[in-house]
């Protein structure tokens, strides 16, 4: 096993670009309403990612998400284009607090793969975000969300893989502190 990027102290800042977010010391940090996200130059095809995440509240939004977006590419709004692996929350459902993998591909509208209502609330969420992505497996995206008490996970390939990009972390609308960040490959 390979480890291709660990952490997000100042050594290690110049494999990633933030699309918005800020570094709190070896921490990154998305606040306020719309989409942060911060990108790993590396390609994200083959990768597991392990990120520490603590959300520490979610904004007044229709849709509030947390998770890894892989082959991330800059699109026509401030979301990035990709397959996005997501725990999120919404009033627009019956039941709030969901999973969600789904192929975001502006200016068209997302192509959602598959939606299950999450018994981990996005809110109170303090854990790790497991996840892989493989263009060549079935499933080519899954990941899972765990805390101290609770996990879920979600997988699936969406009808057709975004071009090739990059790994984005990103949190739409949602307060979170990425404490750790690593990308391994077998």
Not at 59 to 77: C, H, I, Q, V, W
Request: glycine fraction near 8%; include cysteine; hydrophobic fraction near 40%.
């Amino acid at each position: 096993m390979r480890v291709f990027f660990t952490g997000f102290d100042p050594a290690n800042r110049s494999q990633l670009t933030v699309m918005s977010g800020t570094y709190t010391q070896d921490e990154f940090a998305a606040t306020g309403v719309g989409m942060h996200a911060i990108y790993w130059n590396g390609n994200p095809d083959g990768t597991w990612v392990i990120a520490g995440v603590d959300v520490t509240g979610i904004e007044n939004d229709s849709y509030r998400e947390l998770g890894p977006a892989f082959d991330a590419a800059p699109s026509t709004t401030s979301e990035p284009n990709g397959a996005y692996c997501v725990l999120g929350y919404s009033t627009l459902y019956q039941v709030n607090d969901y999973m969600e993998v789904y192929r975001r591909d502006r200016p068209n509208d997302d192509a959602l793969v598959l939606h299950d209502d999450s018994a981990l609330p996005l809110g109170l969420f303090h854990g790790v975000i497991r996840a892989s992505y493989d263009r060549a497996a079935l499933p080519a995206v899954s990941c899972s969300f765990a805390t101290s008490t609770t996990t879920v996970s979600i997988s699936g390939t969406p009808m057709s893989l975004p071009a090739s990009g990059k790994l984005a972390l990103t949190a739409s609308s949602t307060d979170a502190t990425f404490r750790f960040l690593f990308v391994v490959r077998k």
